[in-house]
Structures are given as C-alpha cells and as structure tokens.
C-alpha cells in the first residue's frame, strides 16, 4: 500500500536550468497539494491541484513556476530558470475527496533540490 | 496575514520525561488544527488533530490542547522516547475550499537518553 511518491529525492541543478519534480498521490486521492520548505523553516503552501484543474495557486510564485496534475500521470511541479533561492525541500501531499471535510494530508519524502 | 507560530524553537528533555510543545495562531477564525512529526531528511507525518469546537484530545501517548480564549495550542507527549526525537510543526487550515495547512517554524524536539 504505497504512499505518497516522489522523484527525485535529490536533484542538483545549475542556474538556469530547468527543474521537474513528481509526485504520484496515494491510490484513489485525486488532491495533490504542493509546500516547499525553506531550511529550518516550516512549510510554505504553494498550489492546489485536482485532476486536470488548478484550483489555488495563490503560494506560487508569479514568474518561472508552474504545476499540473493532469488525467493520468504523476503531478509536476516545474521551476523555470533556476536561482539559488529555489533551492529548498518540496513536499507533495495528497488528500482523497470527503465530503464531510476530513482535512488530513499525507505527505511524500520531498525532493530536495540544490541550485549550483 | 494570518499566520501560526511557536514560542521555542527548540525544547530538550530526559528520556521518560513528558514533553510539552506550544504553538500560538493568530487566525481567530480557523477551526481545524494539526500537529506534523518531521524526522530529518523525511516528510511531515501526521500525528494528531484537533477541532476549534473541541478543547482537549487524546491519542497514544500523545494530547493536544486547544485554548481559543488566548489562541494557544499544544501538544504534550507523555514518556517521551529517543524515537520522539524530530521537529514538530503545528498547523492550522487556511480556509477557504482549499484546505491548505499553514504551518509554524516548528520546534525541535531532542531527547536526552
């Protein structure tokens, strides 16, 4: 009964390169949420997602960041041009659809990503 | 904005000792907290919830206290064990239909053997 996955668990890149990181939900949640994580710091809510939608992504910076969840397939979170500030831990969780308003999320490893 | 914070960044105790880990919100209207365990280098494990229309519950070993009179939260692990050793976050929901957890800094938790 797998947990939340993601991959990379490290993930080393230079200024100005691209960086993908995944995650695949638990089996039958269909709400992914990303955090990232700044060091010795607690989480920061980046974006909201359900399959094929985006549904907050009022913690995402403006520029250079995107997400998508799309109908089959893992979660992305892709970060454009990479700077020294983007190197922090990013924690996918997810959630199943309740009704009645459970609010537990289960997180993933996180990817820990370093810009050189 | 709103946010949540802790009042020690770090706490030590003896093994066998209770340990008690504090949180102060600021968002008079949320009304769904919880408390994450993260050991290094992993993700944030849920440990125990709490609702605003709830003042105390109990889980193993593990209590957490709701005062909304002076919006504090905490969290008290009774004889605490080497493997309580982590940094522990509270957090509370944001509102909205979201349901995104803004957390505090944390404190970290070190148990002396």
């Known amino acids: 009964n797998a947990g939340v996955m993601q991959n990379p668990r490290h993930l080393v890149r230079r200024r100005g390169q691209e960086a993908r990181l995944r995650c695949s939900p638990m089996k039958g949640h269909s709400h992914v949420y990303w955090y990232r994580q700044l060091p010795e710091e607690g989480l920061k809510f980046m974006v909201y997602l359900q399959k094929e939608n985006i549904i907050d992504e009022s913690g995402m910076p403006k520029e250079r960041f995107s997400a998508e969840f799309p109908k089959e397939g893992p979660s992305i979170l892709r970060i454009q041009q990479v700077v020294r500030g983007d190197s922090a831990a990013y924690f996918c969780a997810s959630s199943p659809f309740v009704p009645s308003g459970s609010y537990e999320q289960y997180f993933g490893p996180g990817t820990r990503l370093t810009v050189t | 904005g709103e946010s949540v914070g802790l009042h020690l960044p770090t706490l030590s105790v003896q093994e066998g000792d209770n340990s008690i880990i504090n949180c102060a919100y600021s968002?008079?209207?949320?009304?769904?907290f919880i408390w994450y365990k993260q050991e290094s280098g992993k993700g944030p494990q849920f440990i125990i919830d709490i609702r605003s229309n709830m003042d105390k519950r109990q889980g193993q070993r593990v209590t957490v206290l709701l005062n909304k009179t002076v919006k504090h939260l905490s969290l008290q692990i009774a004889a605490t064990q080497p493997g309580d050793s982590a940094v522990y976050f509270c957090a509370e929901i944001g509102g909205g239909a979201t349901n995104k957890l803004i957390f505090g800094t944390g404190t970290l938790l070190a148990v002396q053997p």
């Open positions: 968002n008079s209207a949320s009304d769904y």
